[in-house]
């Protein structure tokens, strides 16, 4: 007896099988990787707001330290300013670096270096404290007590 081979036929329309599972843009079988497609808007949009925030926090870094430097010019601006008028009043001896001085002006508005300090003159001055002062190696001076402006 012969048996008759009957022809397979697939249950399963063609339209819907292929032949390279492999090459198919989603998991072909149940238990296949979940595969989803990039939303490149998305991709491009999170990489732009990190390069932002990025920037945003060197611009910050940068800018706090041109205030950093602002200041530090300002300061010896202030300095130099400080030390011409220094220069221009009377001092009767030369003052050495790192020493600390005085500045007075007396009753006809002129200005003094002195090495005598504001407590030390008794009880009625006959000068206006102005600045305890000190000189620095740039010849600059340093203010350590008082003010330095004039009214």
Excluded: C
């Amino acid at each position: 007896m012969k048996e008759q081979k009957k022809e397979f036929i697939n249950p399963i329309d063609k339209d819907k099988t292929t032949e390279t599972p492999h090459l198919l843009p989603y998991a072909h079988t149940v238990g296949g990787a979940v595969i989803k497609p990039i939303d490149r808007g998305r991709v491009k949009g999170l990489a732009v707001t990190a390069m932002y925030e990025q920037t945003d926090m060197q611009l910050d870094q940068i800018r706090k330290q041109v205030e950093l430097l602002a200041e530090q010019a300002q300061k010896i601006h202030r300095r130099v300013e400080i030390s011409e008028r220094i220069y221009k009043a009377e001092m009767n001896f030369k003052p050495l670096i790192s020493h600390t001085y005085h500045l007075y002006t007396r009753k006809d508005g002129t200005e003094f270096l002195s090495m005598v300090g504001p407590n030390e003159w008794g009880r009625t001055s006959p000068v206006e404290f102005q600045a305890t002062i000190k000189l620095l190696a740039d010849h600059t001076w340093e203010i350590l007590e008082g003010t330095t402006e004039k009214e």
